[in-house]
């Protein structure tokens, strides 16, 4: 059982970094292997749009997003976290959900269990959870709710009280149903 943590934003050690590694410590505290991918230590190029993995199921660029394919199939459970900005998903987020059309006529990411993180200033989340609830539907994944965060300076989302208790519950929740998926 795996889940894997996706850092979607240029910061390392900001307030999303800080809500997904919640949820996967809660996820392995419940049995689960995990591992966080930040996406700021990648290159990313966007999708051109060619169509070409309608065919094969694979995407011809050839950059970073080779390394990542992997992980996101061989992963049970997924943790898709961005910081809110202009009342959407970080550039970095969306370049991801874009560069997995690849996976949809294959179903590669079918039945998957997904988490969301969201963490903003103040404004925003609801936006930007609902561009992740999209992309998971269009996935046909298992969603396992997500995180709403609070924060402007690093750090700050430790002050959040309540999003330091959904990101565990969210990490106990993936596991679980992963978990029972298996059994």
């Given at each position: 059982m795996k889940v894997l943590g996706m850092v979607l934003g240029p910061r390392r050690g900001g307030n999303t970094e800080i809500l997904v590694r919640k949820v996967l410590a809660s996820a392995k505290k419940a049995g689960a292997e995990t591992e966080l991918v930040h996406i700021a230590d990648i290159n990313i190029m966007p999708c051109d749009g060619c169509l070409s993995c309608e065919e094969n199921g694979d995407c011809k660029i050839d950059d970073d997003m080779r390394q990542i394919y992997p992980k996101l199939i061989e992963a049970d459970g997924i943790v898709f976290g961005s910081p809110v900005y202009f009342w959407n998903v970080s550039g970095q987020a969306k370049l991801l959900i874009d560069r997995t059309y690849c996976f949809l006529k294959k179903k590669?990411?079918?039945?998957?269990?997904?988490?969301?993180?969201?963490?903003?200033?103040?404004?925003?989340?609801?936006?930007?959870?609902?561009?992740?609830?999209?992309?998971i539907n269009a996935q046909r994944m298992r969603t396992a709710g997500g995180v709403?965060?609070?924060g402007k300076e690093m750090g700050a989302v430790k002050e959040d009280e309540e999003a330091l208790r959904e990101a565990v519950a969210v990490g106990r929740l993936m596991?679980?149903?992963i978990k029972s998926e298996s059994d």
């Open positions: 590669k990411l079918r039945d998957k269990i997904a988490g969301i993180v969201v963490v903003a200033r103040r404004a925003g989340c609801t936006n930007a959870f609902q561009v992740f609830q999209n992309f709403i965060g609070f596991a679980g149903l």
